[in-house]
């Protein structure tokens, strides 16, 4: 004689397992500001020039500056170059070098930001253009952040 099995009752547990599994893995890989490698880099929140710009959630994202600081996106751009081995890639710190127009022009000090800087790729005159892998021309994608309020600033 067969016990009943309770299929439902099975993969309910099955369910609820995955799930506790993948909170625990999601808990402690979690980057959070307090293990940062480097400083905190709070100066590149810019405190004016924001104002109110409208969201574009294909250029921008807001972040929780007590959790993710600037600091922590260098660090995590850096150590991502670093571990892929990526030798044309640069991450610097530069101040501004023209005003954006929701820059605020009467500031006493230039704002900084963080600019990510891939060089091109050389190419011989034997490769055919669909076929190379990589980037022909210098790529530069400048990241800068703007204060929303006290606890998150736009990126």
Known sequence: MQAKIDMKQIRH???????????AST??????????????????????????ATFDDILSVDIMTDLIKPGTIYD???EYIETNE?????VDEVDDEVDDIIDDDEAET???HIRLT?????????????EVKGFDSETVVEIKF???DDSTARV
């Open 118 to 130: 891939i060089a091109k790729d050389e190419i011989d005159g034997a490769e055919e253009r669909d």
């Open 110 to 112: 230039k704002a900084k």
């Open 27 to 52: 808990a402690s890989s979690e980057r959070m500001a307090d293990a940062m490698r480097g400083p905190e880099r709070l100066y590149l929140i810019r405190e004016t020039g924001f104002n109110n």
């Open 13 to 23: 547990d099955i369910l609820s397992e995955l799930s506790e599994k993948r909170t």
């Open 146 to 148: 703007f204060k929303v």
């Open 76 to 78: 995590d751009i850096q």
């Open 86 to 90: 990526l030798e044309k890639w640069t």
